[in-house]
T-cell receptor
């Protein structure tokens, strides 16, 4: 089964607006992470939220985690053109010592 | 955040040759390193997990004899794609972690093109 599925798959908004991306997963997790990937480049770690946390902030980023619904959301406030990228959630549902399971990602486009 | 490097960043090779990709953690000791593969417009898929001094653990469907992984030190892991074929062309990304449950820091990736 697919772990960490994001929606929407693509999102286009105007600069200055807020962008919300959602992620769902199927198994128990220790933590959930969000990453950004610019086209053809490596991953940039954005934020990690542990299973006992419900909300976390980092700059313009706000992440929520609802373990009862097995879902997470990433909110980017006051979006900028430089935020254009693909965003992936990733879970570590096998004890934390194993690799991450990535969702399919949301491709975010910020229109200037 | 911690820095992970990969070398080379891009490689083109002929079918049948072997290619080695290095992954280094530059400012921390990585007890565990992971190798992922990403095909165009797709997400990352875990290939294998390697712990320093141990044999790598491969995900289902990943051929261990084709993708050789060596993690000889706490700062270096290598992935060797043996007898590469065009279908092995992909973006290979490594990550490193200082411990169980800790953040994984990703390298910039290596784009492999097999002709």
């Amino acid at each position: 089964s697919q772990q960490g599925e994001e929606d929407p798959q693509a999102l286009s908004i105007q600069e200055g607006e807020n962008a919300t991306m959602n992620c769902s997963y199927k198994t128990s997790i220790n933590n959930l992470q969000w990453y950004r990937q610019n086209s053809g480049r490596g991953l940039v770690h954005l934020i990690l939220i542990r299973s006992n946390e419900r909300e976390k902030h980092s700059g313009r980023l706000r992440v929520t985690l609802d373990t009862s619904k097995k879902s997470s959301s990433l909110l980017i406030t006051a979006s900028r053109a430089a935020d254009t990228a693909s965003y992936f959630c990733a879970t570590d549902g096998r004890g934390g010592a194993d690799g991450l399971t990535f969702g399919k990602g949301t491709h975010l486009i910020i229109q200037p | 955040g911690a820095v992970v490097s990969q070398h080379p960043s891009r490689v083109i090779c002929k079918s049948g040759t072997s290619v080695k990709i290095e992954c280094r953690s530059l400012d921390f000791q990585a007890t565990t390193m992971f190798w992922y593969r990403q095909f165009p417009k797709q997400s990352l898929m875990l290939m294998a997990t390697s712990n320093e001094g141990s044999k790598a653990t491969y995900e289902q469907g990943v051929e261990k004899d084709k993708f050789l992984i060596n993690h000889a030190s706490l700062t270096l892991s290598t992935l060797t794609v043996t007898s590469a074929h065009p279908e092995d062309s992909s973006f290979y990304i490594c990550s490193a972690s200082a411990g169980s449950g800790e953040t994984q820091y990703f390298g910039p990736g290596t784009r492999l093109l097999v002709l």
